[in-house]
């Protein structure tokens, strides 16, 4: 049994009793890592009892995982079983995989969840990054003036609030990746792992790069018409 | 000696709601290497807008104004140029970048000159001729008025333009240091050969100046050149 179903078995150790679905096990193993989206837990038993507990897999064999020879090649062997078993799906390890995210991800709505949820939270933080960056060059804006009376141009100005924007870039996706990784260990007591591989985070970070670029679009319209006439006002 | 900046027949009028109201009318004035000009004249006499022309800050509704041999028109890049090359500004408020120490002021306007090698040197060098060698890492908070606008000076210079142009330089400033910034504004066009224009209220500027120019209602005035 996986030590997720703790949140609804309560807690238990290898050789307790639990009832599933009105029939009496004995624990006698534990699992971690398999939490469940629902509030089922996930139990790993013989097939024989899974097939008495369910009318819907009794005297049926929905799946069959084949476990290939050292050095074999998955695919071949992937390929093979297609070819003598035609009506059946066949896949391998990494396809099966892809099928599963892509089930949770797509068909159930999670995936929907969570894009409206980074959605709004990219526009929140561009809309944050661009008012902290229109604010400063409004607040700047004699500085500015006084880069383009001494013969600067809207690029040079540009190229500041550029910079300012990754700053703003690089130390949110600092703040936020620490953020990520101090509460892994609070995610892992509700059986969520927060997974941030080097490629993900790399993604992530390139996307908050044009995020704040895109935010400074705001500053840069402002700045492209100060007047260095600006200077001699007092 | 030959003319740095040279202004012709400028007239400059803006438009304020149904309103024209003509700031400059016909005004010529030249500023040639090697001399002070003093340009005095009451709030509103069009002394500011004069010198932001003749900076290729603005550009004239009429007239010609060439600056180090080059004739302005009115092309934004063109003026944007002319101020890069051939100009250094010196404000009132010293205008100074506050984030950045005196060497990076100085650093920053070679930059945006498009100097980039040798830069740092070059910085060092106009910060000691201004007498702040001591200073360099300094941020504008940490200087007194006159330590800033000697920055702004050293800015001014950096890229070594020919003409030097400043809106009341001393206005900010107490006597004994009004009086060491105006010194080296005389050094600057004696031994530098640049040509600089005042634009002030002080009359201590007087003592330092090669012609005092007035100006009155968008004209100078005739008789006020000394």
């Not at chain 1, 990054?129 to 229109?134: E, G, H, I, W």
């Not at chain 1, 892994?184 to 992530?204: I, Q």
Request: hydrophobic letters at 45%; one cysteine or more.
């Amino acid at each position: 049994m996986d030590r997720s179903a703790e949140r609804r078995f309560g807690p238990f150790a290898v050789g307790d009793y639990r009832e599933i679905l009105g029939r009496r096990f004995k624990i006698i193993g534990t699992t971690t890592g398999a939490a469940s989206f629902t509030t089922a837990p996930i139990v790993f038993m013989d097939y024989g009892n899974a097939q008495e507990l369910s009318d819907v897999i009794r005297n049926k064999a929905s799946y069959v995982l084949v476990k290939v020879a050292p050095g074999a090649d998955p695919q071949a062997v992937a390929a093979a079983i297609r070819r003598v078993a035609p009506y059946n799906d066949v896949y391998t390890r990494d396809e099966w995989a892809r099928r599963s995210r892509s089930y949770w991800i797509v068909s159930t709505g999670l995936g929907m969840n969570m894009g409206v949820t980074v959605f709004l939270g990219i526009l929140v933080g561009i809309v944050v990054v661009a008012q902290t960056l229109y604010t400063s060059a409004v607040e700047h804006v004699k500085e500015f003036g006084t880069v383009k009376a001494i013969g600067g141009s809207n690029w040079d100005i540009y190229r500041i609030l550029g910079e300012q924007a990754l700053i703003a870039a690089v130390v949110g996706f600092a703040v936020g990746g620490l953020m990520s990784w101090a509460i892994r260990p609070l995610m892992a007591r509700l059986y969520l792992n927060v997974l941030v591989s080097p490629s993900f985070a790399l993604a992530v970070f390139a996307g908050t790069v044009l995020m704040c670029l895109g935010a400074a679009m705001l500053s840069f319209r402002r700045v492209a018409g100060i007047d260095p006439a600006l200077v001699f006002r007092t | 000696m030959r003319n740095v900046i040279e202004a012709r027949d400028v007239t400059k009028a803006f438009e304020e709601g149904s309103q024209r109201v003509e700031v400059l009318r016909g005004v010529s004035l030249d500023v040639r290497a090697g001399e002070v000009v003093a340009l005095e004249g009451p709030s509103g006499s069009g002394k500011t807008t004069l010198l932001s022309i003749m900076g290729c800050i603005l550009t004239p509704s009429s007239g010609h104004v060439e600056v180090d041999g080059a004739v302005v028109d009115g092309d934004p890049d063109r003026l944007r140029h002319v101020r890069r090359r051939s100009i250094g500004f010196v404000f009132q408020q010293y205008n100074l970048f506050p984030a950045l120490t005196a060497l990076e002021n100085v650093e920053y306007a070679l930059s945006v000159k498009g100097v980039r090698r040798g830069a740092r040197s070059q910085a060092i060098d106009v910060l000691e001729q201004v007498g702040l060698g001591d200073r360099l890492h300094f941020l504008p908070r940490d200087l007194s008025g006159g330590q800033k606008q000697r920055v702004a000076i050293a800015r001014a210079l950096a890229g070594s333009p020919p003409a030097i142009l400043a809106d009341e330089p001393t206005a900010n400033l107490d006597t004994t240091a009004g009086r060491q910034v105006l010194r080296m504004f005389r050094d600057l066009a004696r031994q530098e050969g640049k040509g600089l224009l005042i634009v002030t209220h002080d009359p201590s500027v007087r003592e330092v100046a090669d012609r005092v120019v007035g100006i009155r209602d968008g004209q100078l005035v005739k008789g006020a050149e000394s």
